[in-house]
């Protein structure tokens, strides 16, 4: 009985751990979209700060450098899309894919370097030895969900009410909804438009990287081409899931990772012959996707029924003096 | 103090955006060639050896023909969708569906001897409807429920990723290697190097007749986009769905209807690089047609005849990428060039004025 406890949950504490990235990735999201600018290029700056930050964690031995460069790539490449949609005014839709594509060939061509490097210092694991001896739920629960995970699991937690604060309950948080719901107003009160959607834009640039970064610094620690296997896209469905609320958001985060690390899990169970059979396995390997949609319905189901919180302006360009909100 | 100052174009010259596209690709390039200097490589030596594999030598129209094919077929396609601002960008599933579907014919379900135009016929219908299937499950989600095709469409691309993967690996798989047996003769499409007894300047090219289909399927769009009740619709629903509404258009009867055009072509540019290219299903067979599609079509502004143009670019980008180190350069220039573009598309639609002294209140009108 206990070994089958201890059993489900390793496997739901390396959910949340192969969540977190996602966690990031789809907080990063949903700010930006808050304040009315759709970034689909989440993919491709999570790509650039995996390999910023892999880079950075090998050149100088210090991996919180390293995510600080991967934060930074993200937020850099975050300020192209916002000068192409903000100043610009261009196709948000168009722009973001081209961040991927730019973000997909910037990585492929300067990560070839790096895709041997085994020995990168990564992000520290976090010991809780003291788990095992809490009486009852212990050793069975606490120890295989806490008892050893990496730090950004535990940044990822402080995350979820970090940015649901920033939103809901602080002036610059305000600001964001208001350029995003309805800029014309914010404009009318002396709110720089503008300059608030390329802030968080550029948040939300600085969040793609931190996924990236935790991506190869401790969740996966290497590099390859296409480390990110869709999860900056997955993010974005993640965001409409969500309904542009970070805890639904978590959730969502949560999980997608559960059911991308199950297949993996699910190869020791002796039971489930199928699992460590490579060529059946590959049918595992697509549900976090169908999952994806599937919550996608789920969410357009609910919409129907409610109006969601969809930010007002989302993707419109503002342009003061002319139609629009 | 200069400032500068944006007004909207009541017209836009013909020549304008074209003009304007070149220019943000030569800007393009020029981005990449300081990336690829930053990055310790010589942009001229890259670029030079690159424009003489894709466009300069003997081989290199028909080479460039070849690669060119798939990113037509799928351009096309994803044009369709994206002229109703329907974001099909799922196009790489549907081509790799396509592939699978004529595979099966040509392996499982026709026999050998099945004379070649029926073949190839059959494997065409089936790449077609197996395309048509991958992208009218997005279409139908987002007509009846209104799931965004975006993320829908590009998961179905992972999942057809994982479900061709499952085929070579596994039940289609020979000798242990991740690839099907080759087809036979009968499933091949014709190709250039075919007719070199008679004409020895076709040998050793494999420009095969799939690019005909793009051909032909671009100028029977370009007819329908002009004349058709649909081509007219898509317009309409694309720019004001609101007014198409009130119009009576039936919506969701039209998203449907051109998803199953959209993912067809898409899948029919698997069928043509199956039986016109690697004549079997392996993994990974697509470096990513269905992708560098979306920008072939934004290039070419979803104009059907421009696209055979900007598809053979790009075919020669490929070719001239295969032929230097690192292998991500051309998908970086593409990313560039894709920016460069949706940035110019502001002087398509504004005009830039210049003033000096300008009174801080005043506003630019619409």
Redesign the interface.
Known sequence: MDETLIFIFTIIGAGLRTGTPLLFATSGALINERAGVLN?GVE?MMLVGALGGFAISYATGNPWLGVAGGMLAGGILSI?HG??SIS????Q???G????????????????RYVEIRDVPRLPTIELPFMKSIPVIGESILDPLFGSQNIVFYIGLLTVPAVWFLINRTRPGLYMRAVGDYPAAADSVGINVLGQRYLWVFVGGLFAGLAGASLSLAITPLWI?DLT??QG??A??LV?FASWNPWRAALGAYIFGALRRMPLDLQAVAWLPFASN???G??L??IP??F??LA??IS??E??RQRLGAPLALGQPY?????GL | MIRFRLERRETTSRWLPIFTTIGAVLVALLMGAI??AY?GLNPMVAYGQMFKVGFAESYSVSDTLVKSTPLLLAGLGVSIAFRMRL?N?GAEGQLLMGAWAATGVALFILPETTPRFIMLAAMSIAGFAAGAFWGVIPGW?KAK????E???S???T??AT??I??FV??PWAVGGFPLTKKFPRNAWFPRLLDWADAIPFFRGMTAHIGFFYGVVAAILLYILFKHSKWGYELKVIGDNPEAARYAGMNISRTVILTMVISGGLAGLAGMSEVAGVVHRLQENFSPGYG?TA??VA?LARLNPLAMIIVAYLFGGLLVGGDAI????????????I??CV??A??FT??RIRIKRNAPLTE????
Do not use: C
């Open positions: 689909l491709g192209l000068f192409v610009l005014r261009g196709d839709v168009v722009s894919l081209a961040l991927v594509f730019m973000g997909r060939g910037i990585t492929s061509v300067f990560g070839s081409e296997a869709g896209w997955i974005v469905g409409i490579p060529i059946l590959v049918w390997d697509m996707y169908l994806t949609i996608l319905v357009s189901r919409a129907t342009v003061r003096g002319e139609r | 990336l690829l990055g974001w960008i989600l429920m209104g799931v965004n975006i993320i829908s590009l998961m179905l992972y999942v994982f479900f993967n499952y690996f596994g992708f979306i920008i934004w180190q690192p292998a991500g350069i051309p998908l970086m220039i593409q990313g560039m894709m920016f949706i940035s598309e502001l639609k504004y506003v630019s009108h619409g």
